[in-house]
């Protein structure tokens, strides 16, 4: 079902009908009650692993999407590299679709994984969640 919520909102993000706020705050909530589920049931991280293949980046895609690489190696697959340096917790993991780089969603304290494309001008992630393999690109704002 959240599955189905989140598709429904990045549909909607996509047509720019809705202010950004509303949907960031939406993606927000689904983002917290999906991290109270992964925690009942355990989701484990080497489920991650073998879903690092994201989709493709269909049509109308920017060209940072369409040009990075549909596979990349985690740097630290047990979590936000900075969250676990600093002690903190994290709500949803993203993965540098450049280097490696685990980061935190903009949705956890430390916001990691913007402040590493702030700093590398890296452009395009990918969740690096269960079940996830959608991409966004920070240049254009677009999800692919």
Known sequence: MLAAERAEVLRIRKERNVPH???????HLLDVEESILDLAIGTSTAD???????????????EHLAATPRVVTAETPDGCAECLGE?????????????????????????????HFRHTAHPVIRSFETGEAWRWCYVDELTG
Do not use: I, P, Q
């Open 21 to 27: 706020e509303v949907l960031e705050r939406v993606l």
């Open 87 to 115: 002690g903190l917790t994290w709500v949803h993991l993203r993965l540098c679709l450049s280097c490696g780089h685990v980061g935190c969603c903009d949705s956890s304290e430390g916001k990691h994984a913007d402040a």
């Open 48 to 62: 991650r692993d073998e879903e690092l293949e994201a989709v493709g980046a269909g049509d109308g895609a920017c």
